[in-house]
């Protein structure tokens, strides 16, 4: 018990956990309604092929726009909506806006009819029995191609065990969606997880891109990420690329696909709409 330590500790410990559960049921509160006020909007952050510096495709990423709390972040919203299972319908707003936003897209800029769009699944996600036909009429709602999909899942998806997960990714892959391992090197990185689910693509967490210009072991851990995953026909996908050194590094360690800052971060629709056309123009 807290109060053990003294009175002092006692107040301390009750003040900042009142804090914490303060905000906590704030963000529940406002979060229940927030996509029936319009609160909820996508960003676009454009993938890279790394030899031609192409655009290839895009990652959505959820952005709140809350009148009481500002702007919250992903980071601090998203484990919430996982708890209480508001990710279902908010995942679902997600999927459908990501889908229709690719077609404007797909058909904005005619010279890249296979630009792909990225989406990232909660655990809790699974657990909705409707996912697969969500996703399924989504698709024909927006006229998108399954191929044109990826669906970014980390680890947690699959140490959740409420669900048969690998039955679903099977399904999800079969569809001709393609799936890609999210932040990869962080967590438990199981490398058994590579061999029995059904991943397209690897994508390698921003933690590991940082260092690899300066620090030689970081180099040869990303070089060896990007052999095995080549050996199990995965593409590779480097985040949070920064700068310049790490682009041309990576493309000389064989990254298929680089995302990050150096390229451009998040950005909303219309302006992201806006950064690809002038980007195919070079
Ligand atoms: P993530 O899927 O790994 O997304 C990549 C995160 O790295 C994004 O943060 C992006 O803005 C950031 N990033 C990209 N390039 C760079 C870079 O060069 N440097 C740095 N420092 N950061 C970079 P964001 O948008 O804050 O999202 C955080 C996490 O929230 C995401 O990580 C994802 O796990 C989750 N998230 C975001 N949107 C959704 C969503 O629609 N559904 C679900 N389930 N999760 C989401
Ligand atoms: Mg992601
Ligand atoms: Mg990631
Ligand atoms: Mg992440």
């Known amino acids: 018990q807290a109060k053990s330590y003294g009175r002092n500790t006692y107040s301390f410990f009750t003040k900042k956990m009142n804090v914490i559960?303060?905000?906590?049921?704030?963000i529940e509160e406002q979060m229940r309604d927030a996509l029936e006020r319009n609160e909820f909007e996508l960003f676009?952050?454009?993938?890279f092929d790394a030899k031609n510096k192409h655009i290839?495709?895009?990652e959505a990423l959820l952005r709140w726009h809350n009148?009481?709390?500002g702007n919250v972040t992903p980071d601090e919203f998203i484990p919430i909506a996982e708890n209480t299972g508001l990710i279902v319908p908010i995942g679902k707003f997600v999927?459908?806006?990501?889908?229709?936003?690719l077609n404007t897209w797909q058909s904005t800029c005619k010279r890249q009819q296979k630009y792909t769009m990225a989406v990232n699944l909660s655990p809790r996600q699974f657990r909705d029995v409707g996912l697969l036909s969500f996703i399924q009429n989504s698709l024909s709602e927006a006229n998108v191609?399954?191929?044109s999909l990826e669906l970014e899942i980390t680890e947690g998806v699959l140490m959740s065990c409420h669900t048969n997960v690998v039955d679903i990714l099977t399904e999800i892959t079969a569809l001709g969606i393609y799936l890609s391992m999210d932040d990869f090197g962080?967590?438990?990185s199981s490398l058994s997880y590579l061999r029995e689910y059904p991943f397209n693509v690897l994508k390698i967490d921003r933690s590991f891109i940082d260092g690899i210009v300066l620090n030689n072991e970081d180099c040869n851990l990303v070089k060896a990420i990007i052999a095995m995953s080549h050996s199990l026909g995965l593409t590779v996908v480097a985040e949070g690329v920064e700068t310049k050194e790490q682009h041309t590094l990576l493309n000389e360690l064989g990254c298929d696909f680089m995302q990050g800052f150096y390229f451009s971060k998040p950005i909303p629709a219309e302006q992201f709409l806006d950064f690809s056309m002038n980007f195919d123009k070079k």
């Open 21 to 26: 559960i303060q905000r906590r049921l704030v």
């Open 95 to 101: 999927i459908s806006q990501a889908l229709h936003f």
């Open 44 to 47: 676009y952050q454009p993938q």
């Open 56 to 58: 290839i495709g895009a």
């Open 186 to 188: 962080t967590g438990y």
């Open 67 to 69: 009148p009481v709390l």
């Open 145 to 147: 191609n399954p191929e």
